[in-house]
């Protein structure tokens, strides 16, 4: 039998783009999404379009009811081999800013639970020997969970280092598979397995590779939007009422031009008279909820003196600098450029 799973936080969930990966590998191996979503007990709509996230429970069954739909043992790894820069959203753009993978590492751990909060990354260096750890939320899930990410991991690696991965030693928690070909075919033959932790050990020199491409110039722009959407996504764990579900929605969309009434309540599946009349019962409207957001993050972004107003404008949403300019002076009666002075950015 399997392992009781530990009690997770209510809200934990993985991003709608974590889940492309595992629709494509069902897809290639003939499984349809509505087919999928039923297999997995949800609704036959509930994969399409792209819902903006899912719960980490639904998520598990979901790779569980591909396994199974598809007969493939492997299911895991394979949908770890179709993850793309955009899996990971924000995180993964700022993955590509990073100079090298000991920097990308420590975005990793700051940052995958914009992606999914199915698990948490470690990294220990020892002399010359680095270890990676991944510490599953679910440890009582099926191995196409651990394998999936692990999979990921080193096909988003190669990616970013324009060739293969050196070889790494592999070790899963879980009991080693009948056939282990496909381990050996992505990983190499170092894997082990009933390891009790899930881990990769390598040389500690791969840490100063450079990732290929960086645009190093937009990680300040990056890690501060990142950071801002982290931390919204903490509070509205906490709040949970429409104004927070809205304001979390706002933040997210903001820098992709989508914090609009109607992508909102697109994305909260519902109608916009109905998002209209459940703000207006909360003692607020749209529009000043959208600028009640924009200008704390205004009065946050100006305090990093490295992001320029044009980087903070498009933050905020706004396609010109003096769109921003101005409404800023109308929230304070200031220009950005004078607060920033007088708050001594």
């Given amino acids: 039998m399997p392992a009781s799973r530990p009690s997770i936080p209510e809200a934990a969930s993985v991003a709608g783009s974590y889940l492309q990966p595992l629709l494509e590998a069902a897809g290639t191996r003939g499984v349809a999404v509505r087919e999928l979503a039923c297999a997995a007990g949800l609704a036959p709509d509930a994969l399409e379009p792209l819902p903006a996230s899912l719960p980490v429970r639904e998520y598990v069954r979901l790779l569980d009811a591909g396994a199974q739909l598809a007969g493939d043992a492997d299911f895991g790894l394979h949908v770890g081999e179709c993850v793309k820069l955009g899996t990971y959203n924000v995180y993964g753009l700022i993955l590509l800013s990073c100079e090298n993978f000991g920097q990308a590492l420590q975005q990793t751990m700051r940052f995958e639970g914009l992606a999914h ?74 894997v082990r397995f009933g390891a009790g932790m899930n881990a990769a050990r390598f040389d500690a020199a791969l840490l100063s590779w450079p990732v290929r491409n960086a645009d190093v110039g937009l990680y300040p722009v990056l890690q501060r939007h990142a950071e801002q959407l982290l ?57 000043q909820l959208l600028d009640q957001t924009r200008h704390e993050l205004a009065q946050e972004y100006l305090k990093q003196d490295k992001l320029s107003l044009a980087e903070i404008a498009f933050l905020l949403g706004y396609q010109e600098q003096s769109s921003f300019c101005h409404a800023f002076k109308e929230w304070t009666g200031v220009n950005p450029g004078a607060y920033r002075w007088k708050s001594g950015a």
């Fill in 117 to 190: 909060d199915l698990g948490r990354s470690s990294l220990q260096v020892d002399g010359g020997i680095a270890e990676y750890r991944w510490h599953s939320q679910l440890p009582g899930a099926s191995r196409h969970l651990a394998e999936s990410v692990f999979a990921g991991i080193q096909t988003l690696g190669s990616w970013l280092a324009g060739q293969p991965l050196p070889p790494a030693q592999i070790a899963f928690a879980h009991a080693a598979p009948e056939d282990c070909s496909e381990h050996w075919r992505i990983f190499g033959k170092d």
């Fill in 231 to 287: 931390q919204e996504k903490l509070r509205s764990q906490h709040d949970n009422s429409v104004v927070g579900q809205v304001r979390a929605a706002i933040v997210r969309n903001l820098a992709q031009d989508g914090a609009r009434l109607s992508c909102v309540a697109q994305e909260m599946n519902v109608t916009q008279r109905t998002l209209q009349r459940k703000l207006k019962e909360s003692g607020i409207t749209f529009q």
